[in-house]
């Protein structure tokens, strides 16, 4: 099998090749059918995330393993099922779900497997779908996707997965304004899904005006420039006293900045995106103004069967999607370092 990985981190993908793996116990092997390309995957190639102040979160030192196949947006076409693995057959199409969990930590039992204490999750602690086949360790995490498009479905693993786990932590989705920050391929998600799950009405707030007329013909409710001075001014006045809820999916000190000062009363402010930085605040507010600072991180399992039955219900999120060749991944990664892709760009098998 083909595989594109992380040897050196900083330095592009390296293409290697190895003997298909047979799956054994529970595991099942996949024919690779799809694999979007997420904005983390920069930072997992870059091996470290900023933490502000001029710290780094090294990846190595969190226990990622070089070299590494990234990729974890994937739909696949069982190929093989080791002899446990119960549940699937050769020939099924399945969206992976790739945070896979210890299933017997505290965090795990409580249901939050996502926040597993133990993650060895597919493209990040083990290889994933930037390559021709892919091996899962058991069928709990495989998704009937039925007879959607595998290109379109593997976005909903990450992106479709984090914005669902997101919104589920507004408790004003559906009567209030929801700002969203960021109108990357998290955002426009985010904004699809928003609607489908009956949102009230969203307010988008980003620095790239194609970005804003994308979330604008997404049906945003409005968009606002995040390099405006004003910006803070224009989403209390847009919310008529500030907002009930944002969520913030670049994650940047000038980001934070603008969804905590958005804050009304008892609002809450939802942290997404893993840009990277760090914002000071003041306590006292904290408490007097009663807010809510939250992270979000994924989505269970629970709520990836709740995402799917969403998507059966109300067909999938009309995000863009570009696809391009496997072989294409350095460049395609490029691209969306440059901020050059609206939507999600998906890798499909090299057809050879
Ligand atoms: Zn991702
Ligand atoms: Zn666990």
Same mark, same amino acid.
């Given at each position: 099998?083909?595989?594109?990985q992380?040897?050196?981190?900083?330095?592009?993908?390296?293409l290697?090749?190895q003997?298909?793996?047979?799956?054994?116990?529970?595991?099942?092997?996949?024919?690779?059918?799809?694999?979007?390309?997420?904005?983390?995957?920069?930072h997992?190639?870059?091996?470290?995330?900023?933490?502000?102040?001029?710290?780094?979160?090294?990846?190595?030192?969190?226990?990622?393993?070089?070299?590494?196949?990234?990729?974890?947006?994937?739909?696949?076409?069982?190929?093989?099922v080791?002899?446990?693995?119960?549940?699937?057959?050769?020939?099924?199409?399945?969206l992976?779900?790739p945070?896979?969990?210890?299933?017997?930590?505290?965090?795990?039992?409580?249901?939050?497997?996502?926040?597993?204490?133990?993650?060895?999750?597919?493209?990040?602690?083990?290889?994933?779908?930037?390559?021709?086949?892919?091996?899962?360790?058991?069928?709990?995490?495989?998704?009937?996707?039925?007879?959607?498009?595998?290109?379109?479905?593997?976005?909903?693993?990450?992106?479709? +997965? *984090?914005?669902? %786990? /997101?919104?589920?932590?507004?408790?004003?989705?559906? !009567?209030?304004?929801?700002?969203? @920050? #960021?109108?990357?391929?998290?955002?426009?998600?985010?904004?699809a899904?928003?609607?489908?799950?009956?949102?009230?009405?969203?307010?988008?707030?980003?620095?790239?005006?194609?970005?804003?007329?994308?979330?604008?013909q997404?049906?945003?409710?409005?968009?606002?420039?995040?390099a405006?001075p004003?910006?803070?001014?224009?989403?209390?006045? +847009? *919310?008529?006293? %500030? /907002?009930?809820?944002?969520?913030?999916?670049?994650? !940047?000190?000038?980001?934070?900045? @603008? #969804?905590?000062?958005?804050?009304?009363?008892?609002?809450?402010?939802?942290?997404v995106?893993?840009?990277?930085?760090?914002?000071?605040?003041?306590?006292?507010?904290?408490?007097?103004?009663?807010?809510?600072?939250?992270?979000?991180?994924?989505?269970?399992?629970?709520?990836?069967?709740e995402l799917?039955?969403?998507?059966?219900?109300?067909?999938?999120?009309?995000?863009?999607?570009?696809?391009?060749?496997?072989?294409?991944?350095?460049?395609v990664?490029?691209?969306?370092?440059?901020?050059?892709?609206?939507?999600?760009?998906?890798?499909?098998?090299?057809?050879?």
């Amino acid at each position: 099998m083909r595989m594109f990985q992380v040897c050196t981190c900083g330095q592009p993908l390296q293409l290697a090749e190895q003997p298909t793996p047979e799956p054994q116990g529970t595991e099942v092997l996949l024919k690779v059918l799809a694999a979007g390309v997420c904005h983390s995957d920069l930072h997992l190639a870059d091996g470290w995330f900023d933490l502000g102040g001029g710290q780094r979160l090294s990846l190595q030192d969190r226990g990622m393993k070089l070299p590494l196949t990234l990729g974890h947006e994937n739909v696949g076409e069982v190929v093989a099922v080791g002899p446990d693995a119960a549940g699937v057959r050769p020939g099924d199409r399945r969206l992976v779900d790739p945070w896979i969990c210890c299933g017997t930590c505290a965090v795990c039992l409580r249901g939050d497997d996502n926040l597993c204490t133990a993650m060895r999750s597919i493209g990040i602690f083990a290889n994933g779908g930037y390559a021709d086949y892919l091996m899962v360790p058991h069928p709990r995490y495989l998704f009937d996707i039925g007879d959607l498009p595998p290109e379109r479905a593997a976005p909903l693993a990450c992106s479709g +997965l *984090t914005t669902f %786990g /997101a919104l589920k932590k507004v408790p004003t989705l559906t !009567s209030e304004p929801t700002v969203i @920050i #960021g109108a990357g391929g998290l955002g426009l998600m985010c904004l699809a899904l928003h609607r489908k799950m009956g949102g009230h009405s969203a307010i988008v707030v980003d620095i790239d005006p194609v970005k804003r007329d994308a979330a604008r013909q997404a049906g945003a409710a409005a968009v606002l420039d995040g390099a405006a001075p004003d910006v803070v001014q224009q989403i209390v006045n +847009l *919310t008529h006293g %500030g /907002a009930w809820a944002v969520i913030d999916f670049v994650g !940047s000190s000038a980001s934070a900045r @603008i #969804g905590y000062d958005s804050l009304i009363k008892g609002g809450k402010y939802v942290i997404v995106g893993l840009y990277g930085g760090d914002f000071t605040v003041s306590l006292p507010p904290i408490a007097m103004r009663a807010l809510t600072i939250q992270g979000s991180y994924t989505g269970s399992l629970h709520e990836m069967a709740e995402l799917l039955d969403l998507v059966r219900r109300t067909g999938l999120p009309p995000v863009p999607v570009a696809t391009r060749p496997l072989d294409d991944v350095n460049a395609v990664m490029a691209d969306l370092r440059a901020g050059k892709v609206v939507g999600r760009m998906v890798l499909t098998p090299a057809s050879h």
